[in-house]
């Protein structure tokens, strides 16, 4: 079920516009959503692009798993334009890989 709500959205509702990446605000909304009782949060950054807020990207993934303990955040890289920086960095911060 949870698959194919997922892949419902993605095809009906996201929207690429190929303006730019957008990583910091999505997460800071993640993060203070509450965390589902019982279940750990497990967070999967995928990025093909760069940011122009690098480190305060890492930083609110940094403050969210040290707030958390059942909070990871792992970070993907698809393409050569995607930041290095951001992605070991997002992994890093967040506990994953």
Do not use: W
């Not at 194919?4 to 957008?22: F, M």
């Not at 930083?59 to 290095?84: I, M, N, Q």
Request: net charge negative.
């Amino acid at each position: 079920d949870s698959l194919r709500r997922v892949t419902a959205h993605i095809a009906n509702e996201l929207e690429a516009d190929l303006g730019g990446t957008e990583i910091c605000e999505p997460l800071k909304n993640l993060f203070h959503k509450a965390r589902i009782e019982g279940y750990d949060r497990q967070v999967f950054v995928l990025t093909d692009g760069q940011v122009s807020n690098t480190m305060e990207t890492i930083s609110v993934v940094r403050d969210a798993t040290s707030a958390d303990e059942s909070t990871r955040v792992f970070s993907l890289g698809l393409g050569h334009a995607a930041s290095r920086a951001l992605v070991e960095g997002i992994a890093e911060a967040g506990r994953g890989t």
